[in-house]
Each structure stands twice: as C-alpha cells, then as structure tokens.
C-alpha cells in the first residue's frame, strides 16, 4: 500500500548546485511529522520545490499525492490537488486585499474541482460571496486577527507573527489535504504560537496529512508530531518519535553530526 504522501529519493538543485540529495518521506493521512535540520541544511528547498517554486529544479525522484505524481503540475495545480505550503517567508502582495485574495484562492480551487466559477455564474456568486465571509470571518476570530486585515494588502506591513497567521488563515479556508508549513513558529512570541498552533490543531484531522518543518523543538509542544525526521545536508538522516526533538533542543545538531554521520 502506497502512503498518502511520498517523496521518493527526490533530488533538487539550485543554480546548479544540489541542495536536497536524495530524499526520502511518507506521511499518512492523520499523521503529523516534523522535519528538524539546522539552517542551510534544505529545508525551505524541499518546501518550496514541493510547492513547484521555478527556481527549484527537481533532477529525479518522485512526489506523489494520493498515489498521483505532482511534480507535471503547476503550483495552482497542486494546490487544486490539496497541497499547501505555509512560508518561511511570506509574501507582500501590494494592491490585493487579503479578502480578495483568499476569496481567488477559494474559487481558484472551486473552479478546478466542480468546474463552476463563483466570480461569473450569477446563481451561485452571491450564495458563495455570503458563506464565504462568514467563513472568513469565523476563522480570523479564531486565529485572533482583526477585522480590519481582511481589507488590507496581503502580508504588507503585517509583523512578522501577522504575516504567520494569515499563512494559517489562508489553510484554515482552503482546507488542504496535505498542509507544509515551513518555520511557521520563527518570529513568534509565544502568544501567537499557542493561536498559531491552535490554528493548525483544529484543522489538522484524520483526513489531513501535515508536516512541520522547523529549528527548534520549541513549536512540537504544540502541535505534536507522530515522526520526526532529522534533515542534514539535504537528506534525512535519521527519523524517530517526538523524543528525538527533546534530544535535539538538549544537545543540539552536534550529535547527530558524530553518532550518525561519521
Ligand atoms: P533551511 O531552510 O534548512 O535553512 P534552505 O533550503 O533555505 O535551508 O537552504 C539550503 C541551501 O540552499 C543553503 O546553502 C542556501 O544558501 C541555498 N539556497 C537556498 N535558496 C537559494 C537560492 N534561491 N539561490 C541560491 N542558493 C539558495
Ligand atoms: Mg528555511
């Protein structure tokens, strides 16, 4: 039996220089795994070629979603298909508000799974304009963001915890089959991270593969992994339960660089 979500010895360059060397992962749905790795070790590399990022060159392997390879795919594609990537570093996209924005998004997926497109078809525009904002509403309330946000541009002038939130926001409205979020704790205090965190809770469930890719242990009190795997040097190195981040936040990266690598 094939798992819901498999990389399979995927290799990824950059500029020509291979950043992930041959990877290896498979995550069932209602399981939660992290991935650990100090920085420069390619992470953010393996989320953003995940997510079809063009500067990204997969060389070979394989990434399948429900046993059907994504890598053909454009990044909306993907995401039609239930992928999401919550990142490192957002992006301030001037001009669009964050209402708009999530509501494109919204239909985007709509549009490619029932073929109806709610900006056009009359009959069910003002329906899905109404059950959205109530969603919406609903959801920012529950990630604490204010109102006022829904009319400003995405992620501009947002503080750094903001901008993660609205990362979270944007999977809570989406409702992906299979959510990555890369550092989603970095910049946070640990008010935001306990919303943050919530967040991610309350919609990672049984049907939902998620994967939590972070530095430090710190983000693992809450939201509690099933696996976690060590990245070094584009591979993982070694996988374990959530023990293996406690030995990490007490002994660092240095151990694993002795007992494992040498
Ligand atoms: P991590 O997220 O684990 O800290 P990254 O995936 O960001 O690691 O980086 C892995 C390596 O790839 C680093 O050596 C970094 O300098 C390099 N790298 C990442 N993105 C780029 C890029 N856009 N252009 C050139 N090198 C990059
Ligand atoms: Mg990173």
Do not use: C
Not at 110 to 122: E, L, S, V
Not at 215 to 229: D, S, T
């Amino acid at each position: 039996m094939s798992k819901f979500f498999e990389i399979k010895d995927l290799h990824v360059e950059i500029d020509g220089k291979e950043i992930i060397k041959g990877l290896d992962l498979a995550i069932d749905k209602g399981e939660v795994h992290a991935i650990m790795g100090p920085n420069g070790s390619g992470k953010s590399t393996l989320a953003n070629s995940l997510m079809g990022h063009p500067s990204y060159k997969i060389t070979s392997g394989e990434v399948l979603l429900n046993g059907e390879s994504i890598l053909e795919k454009t990044a909306d594609e993907r995401a039609a298909a239930g992928l999401f990537l919550a990142f490192q570093y957002p992006h301030e996209i001037p001009g669009v508000t964050l209402f708009n924005f999530l509501r494109s998004a919204v239909n985007a997926i709509r549009k490619r799974h029932t073929g109806i497109d709610a900006d056009k078809d009359k009959k069910v525009a003002a329906t899905s304009l109404r059950e959205f904002s109530k969603k919406l509403t609903e959801k920012m309330k529950v990630l604490q963001i204010d109102e006022s946000f829904a009319k400003r541009y995405v992620n501009e002038g947002f503080s750094g915890g903001e901008k993660k939130r609205a990362e979270i926001l944007q999977l809570a409205m989406l409702e992906p089959q299979m959510a990555v979020l890369d550092e989603t704790d970095s910049g946070l205090d640990i008010d935001a991270l306990r919303i943050v965190s919530d967040g991610v809770n309350l919609h990672a469930g049984p049907n939902m593969g998620v994967l939590v890719i972070t530095h430090y242990q710190r983000l693992l009190n809450y939201i509690k992994p099933h696996v976690v795997h060590i990245m070094v040097d584009g591979r993982i190195v070694t996988s374990g339960g959530p023990e293996l981040a406690l030995k990490l936040e007490e002994q660092g990266y240095d151990w694993v660089r002795e007992e494992i690598l040498e």
